[in-house]
């Protein structure tokens, strides 16, 4: 007794719809497609140590700034610069403002004095009130000392500010502006720290070209050099600016990816056993940054996947069995890449080109929806960049991503959904085919110096490769059928085959039912396409719909040839009965015939909820009150297009079976009528179908019944000649 379907199993009917089954499907999914990938990364520790000599040609894996070189190199530069110098105009403005205030506060002190003694009276004061004992030479200059900054005082001797202060108001003119123009013209060209000496040297030999007396000359001098100080100094701002430069022109010492740092052979000097730490090959060095960017892109990968069906009007969005069946093919697939990326560590040149790439798309192809697969190629191409690349010096092999993703890809467009022997062998030549050009095309993009021998011999593993794929694609094609119940298109042409022992019994046992099913069949196929609906289901699901007819044939009119109808001995609550059964003991045999369940699905709706009229109003000619819900079918009504067209079609054609010289006219009312009853009867009001698609269902059918049952040309009944004379 073969084992039941997932779908059919009590623990899985318990679980399935629970709100967090898909969120653990996907977790499931990210987690094991993690663990396959972290292999992959882990990279091969050396056992080397500075000084030593290098085992083999040590090639960086990753590229990686050396940060503590990069700064070396960058503080080189900064001291390298030299400090910026430039004159700054407002040292001499200073100076001279300084040399200035000297001569105010002069003039401000000969004022008081002169006050003092009575020489000067405001004009609210008398002449005596204004006297007072003269401020002596001494007072003078302790007073201007006081009132001088405290460098100035310092500065100035006794002697130059005596003179000053013993000078005329033409005279402290004098003084002030050669002074202040002799510091100013010095001071306008670059003085630095050491040639300050030099300056006050030239501003005094400029002073004393002043036609004054000699002792104002003097303290001319003695002014003129305290004036000058350097001008010309380290421009701070400047300094920090050229620096800055120099280090942001300094390029960052990098390991590069694929970058040779050691041949085999060569001693390891300790510039490069610190590159080989830095890009983690070392024992000592051990870093948990790839883990988890493979962490972030599993789970971006799974995030992607899961929106994707969501958006997408595939099986998968709500079918949680389908899901499940996806999560299985999707590791199936990347359990298949792994054990042949353990074949790298062999050395065969091209070997891992035997990867069965196309497999996860071949299936998901077969028993969901080509989209699927497509969408899958994408993951599977990032998946086999990430695991082969152990012959490359990146973190992924784009040679391998592109060869499994054109691989997988080609799996879908030229898949063939029949599963004949030599559909599947075209299938496979297709992928192989385009398999061995990729990876021909990517070994000449990338310039490989290939031989005559390895190039063919890439070649060969991939075309292989497809050959793989497509073998264990139809070798596992029908336990995942038979586990998950899922309804391929290859099932449906193995179940619409005649010789099927539910097909043969109807054919032996009812041949009225079974003429009347392949009928009904075409007329649901053909309304089924037009509305885009599953053509070839509603093909198949139309052959074993009247199944249970098997059980009782005489009851059903198709069947009754040259025979007595059992109904008019019947009552007709008992013909209802026997009619109405149908449906649910055909149902009963296709379950116990473990048929798929979309067909036990079409075999069990396609009757609805529909009242059987003549027996109901038969019932209700002999007993007057009658039950209608008696002699309805007890359902369930379609749930889904198929299911409705199937059970239009069979109500069609019955009728129109039964109609006396039929016509065009006559079909299309009669069809309209059958279809506008079902609609006002409710029987599609749990399907997803739609008025326009109806309409439609309503063409087709019209168009179909055209070529059934078209007119004929009457022949005339051949009369035998009359005999010639003589004869």
């Known amino acids: ?256 990816e694929g970058q040779l740092i050691a041949e085999e052979g060569q001693v390891i000097t300790s510039e490069m056993y610190e590159q080989m730490r830095l890009a983690g090959l070392t024992d000592d060095t051990t870093t948990l940054t790839p883990l988890v960017g493979l962490g972030i892109i599993t789970s971006l990968m799974v995030f992607v996947l899961a929106r994707y069906f969501y958006l997408a009007k595939t099986t998968v969005r709500e079918n949680n069995t389908h899901l499940l069946l996806l999560v299985l093919i999707f590791t199936l697939t990347i359990f298949l890449m792994f054990l042949t990326s353990l074949i790298q560590p062999l050395g065969i040149p091209g070997a891992t080109y035997l990867v069965p790439a196309a497999v996860g798309t071949l299936l998901s192809g ?121 309804l391929s298109r290859s099932r449906l042409i193995e179940l619409s085959n005649p010789n099927h022992p539910l097909l043969r019994k109807i054919l032996l046992e009812a041949p009225g039912t079974y003429h009347h099913s392949v009928v009904v069949a075409n007329l649901a196929e053909a309304a089924c396409e037009a509305i885009g609906a599953d053509g070839l289901l509603a093909r198949v699901g139309a052959y074993y719909h009247d199944a249970g007819k098997t059980l009782r044939p005489q009851y059903f009119i198709e069947n009754q040839v040259r025979m007595e109808n059992p109904h008019d001995r019947l009552a007709p609550r008992t013909s209802a009965e026997i009619i109405i059964a149908h449906p649910y003991d055909g149902a009963e045999m296709l379950r116990k015939a473990r048929l798929p369940k979309e067909i036990i699905d079409i075999a069990e709706q396609h009757h609805g909820t529909t009242l059987l009229k003549y027996f109901y109003f038969k019932a209700k000619e002999h007993s007057g009150s009658v039950e209608e819900m008696e002699y309805r079918y007890p359902g369930p009504r379609a749930r889904f297009k198929e299911s409705a067209v199937v059970g239009i079609a069979d109500s069609v054609e019955a009728a129109v079976r039964s109609m006396e010289s039929p016509t065009q006219e006559k079909i299309e009312s009669l069809v309209r009528k059958i279809m506008n009853d079902r609609l006002e009867d409710g029987q599609f009001d749990e399907c997803d179908i739609t008025l326009k698609e109806l309409s439609q269902v309503y063409g087709s059918i019209c168009e179909t019944l055209k070529g059934t049952f078209h007119s004929r040309i009457d022949y005339p009944e051949e009369k035998p000649l009359k005999p010639a004379e003589g004869e």
């Open 1 to 256: 007794m073969a084992a039941r379907p997932i779908e059919d199993q009590p623990w899985w009917e318990k679980v399935k719809q629970h709100r967090f089954i898909r969120l653990g499907l996907y977790s499931a999914l990210a987690l094991l497609l993690f663990l396959a990938l972290v292999p992959s990364l882990l990279q091969e520790e050396l056992d080397v140590e500075a000084g030593g000599i290098a085992p083999q040609d040590v090639r960086s894996p990753v590229t990686v700034e050396n940060t503590e070189e990069t700064e070396r190199l960058r503080q080189e530069a900064i001291d390298s610069v030299d400090p910026v110098y430039s004159i700054n105009p407002r040292y001499t403005e200073n100076q001279i403002q300084r040399m200035r205030e000297v001569f105010q506060l002069v003039r401000l002190i000969n004022l008081e004095v002169r006050e003092q003694n009575g020489e000067l009276t405001t004009y609210t004061e008398e002449p005596e009130a204004a006297g007072g004992e003269p401020w002596t030479e001494e007072e003078q200059l302790e007073e201007i000392r006081s009132r001088l900054s405290p460098e100035m005082a310092e500065s100035l001797t006794d002697e130059t500010l005596f003179t000053l202060l013993s000078s005329s108001q033409e005279e402290l003119e004098t003084a002030e502006e050669t002074t202040a123009s002799a510091v100013a013209d010095v001071m306008s060209d670059e003085v630095s720290l050491d040639e300050v000496e030099e300056a006050r040297t030239q501003v005094e030999n400029r002073v004393r070209q002043a036609s004054v007396r000699s002792s104002l000359e003097e303290a001319m001098v003695d002014l003129s050099r305290n004036g000058i100080t350097a001008n010309y100094m380290i421009d701070d701002e400047a300094t920090a600016d050229a620096r800055r430069a120099a280090a942001e022109m300094v390029e960052p010492s990098v390991v590069r």
């Open 366 to 486: 077969m028993l969901l929806q080509a989209r699927i697969g497509v969408f899958l190629s994408f993951l599977f191409a990032i998946s086999a960049g990430l695991m082969f690349n152990q012959e490359s010096t990146s973190v992924m092999d784009y040679t391998h991503a592109v060869y499994v993703f054109f691989s997988g890809l080609a799996g879908v467009l030229f898949l063939n959904p029949t599963n004949r022997l030599a559909h599947m062998l075209q299938t496979g030549t297709w992928i192989a085919g385009i398999s061995a050009v990729v990876i021909t095309a990517m070994n000449v993009l990338k310039g490989m110096p290939l031989t005559a021998v390895e190039l063919p011999m890439y070649a060969g593993f991939a075309f292989a490769g497809g050959y793989i794929s497509i073998i264990l694609a139809v070798g596992l094609l029908p336990f995942f059928e038979a586990g998950f119940g899922i």
